[in-house]
């Protein structure tokens, strides 16, 4: 785990082991994604998978992706980081892909 199928060639990774597998080697995975089990008919592998929207990973080399805390967000796959709301809008939950407008006459500190 914390590692994926990497491609010295290429240089990049892999999401499976079909085709010549001479040039694979198993690679710490890089922030944005985490380290999936892949089993196949060769076997048991890992391969790097992004983070989904919701979830960041900043670290890289590592089994799972963190979800984004409360007044934060992330839409797009990979991120190594999670966004903050802007004024006027809020996320009282984690792990989310969007925020949340104000209602009518309220809004956010904008920290």
Known sequence: PQFGL????TEMF???REGD??????K??????????????KGLTYICSPCP???????GASTTCEPCAVGEYQEEFGASSC????LGRYQNATGQRQCRKCP???????L
Request: net charge positive; aromatic share 6%; charged share 25%.
């Open 6 to 9: 990497f491609d010295k060639v």
């Open 14 to 16: 892999k999401n499976d």
């Open 21 to 26: 597998t001479s040039n694979l080697i198993c």
């Open 28 to 41: 710490a995975c890089r922030s944005g994604s985490f380290s999936a089990s892949l089993r196949d008919d």
């Open 53 to 59: 929207p919701g979830y960041a990973q900043p670290s």
């Open 83 to 86: 966004k903050r709301c802007v």
């Open 104 to 110: 009518a006459e309220r809004t956010t500190l904008g």
